[in-house]
T-cell receptor, first 110, second 116 residues
Framework: EDQVTQSPEALRLQEGESSSLNCSYTVSGLRGLFWYRQDPGKGPEFLFTLYSAGEEKEKERLKATLTKKESFLHITAPKPEDSATYLCAVPAGNNRKLIWGLGTSLAVNP | DTEVTQTPKHLVMGMTNKKSLKCEQHMGHRAMYWYKQKAKKPPELMFVYSYEKLSINESVPSRFSPECPNSSLLNLHLHALQPEDSALYLC???????????????FGPGTRLTVL
């Protein structure tokens, strides 16, 4: 069964304290992995698309990496404005839907 | 410009009302989506339009009626909703839906719907 699992569920960091969020997936024939950021009461904001193992993408303090089983979202020297829920999603193996993880709620304290 | 707009931002309606949610994108995308999101849950797919034709209906109750008047606009007509339909309704668009390569979806800010 296609599945996406994100860990941890919640993460609290001090400003400047780097860390990583994990998204592990089981899906037949990966056709992409998407990272989003979502602020409370707002729509998800697209961050990255990764298509193949070994691929890496960066944007400001965020770096996303992909292996054959999981993706990491590395946050370097986070700031309070990085506080949000981070969601990952992968296309299902046998239909045209995205399978979403439950997200990691990140809080960065000043 | 990667903007998807949605109106209204907030909507409160009674169970006998009829209302509509509107979504617009000007990115030339040919796929548009409606999602429903409850608190602390990921978005849940409701409908997909591809090239202005309904491609997916995720067994959504008929009190939700989607409409795609043209490639830039997407509506969701609401009638006789239940309190459990209260949620954040999200519109999204992507370059294509049927391509072999999956394209990222861009989301609007959402409409917060409350059904009394």
């Amino acid at each position: 069964e296609d599945q996406v699992t994100q860990s941890p569920e919640a993460l609290r960091l001090q400003e400047g304290e780097s860390s990583s969020l994990n998204c592990s997936y089981t899906v037949s024939g990966l056709r992409g992995l998407f990272w989003y950021r979502q602020d409370p009461g707002k729509g998800p904001e697209f961050l990255f698309t990764l298509y193949s193992a070994g691929e890496e993408k960066e944007k400001e303090r965020l770096k996303a990496t992909l292996t054959k089983k999981e993706s990491f979202l590395h946050i370097t020297a986070p700031k309070p404005e990085d506080s949000a829920t981070y969601l990952c999603a992968v296309p299902a193996g046998n239909n045209r839907k995205l399978i979403w993880g439950l997200g990691t709620s990140l809080a960065v304290n000043p | 410009d990667t903007e998807v707009t949605q109106t209204p931002k907030h909507l409160v309606m009674g169970m006998t009302n009829k209302k509509s949610l509107k979504c617009e994108q000007h990115m030339g995308h040919r796929a548009m989506y409606w999602y429903k999101q409850k608190a602390k849950k990921p978005p849940e797919l409701m409908f997909v339009y591809s090239y202005e034709k309904l491609s997916i209906n995720e067994s959504v109750p008929s009190r939700f009626s989607p409409e795609c008047p043209n490639s830039s606009l997407l509506n969701l007509h609401l009638h006789a909703l239940q309190p459990e339909d209260s949620a954040l309704y999200l519109c999204a668009s992507s370059q294509d839906f049927l391509a072999s390569v999956w394209n990222e979806q861009f989301f609007g800010p959402g409409t917060r719907l409350t059904v009394l």
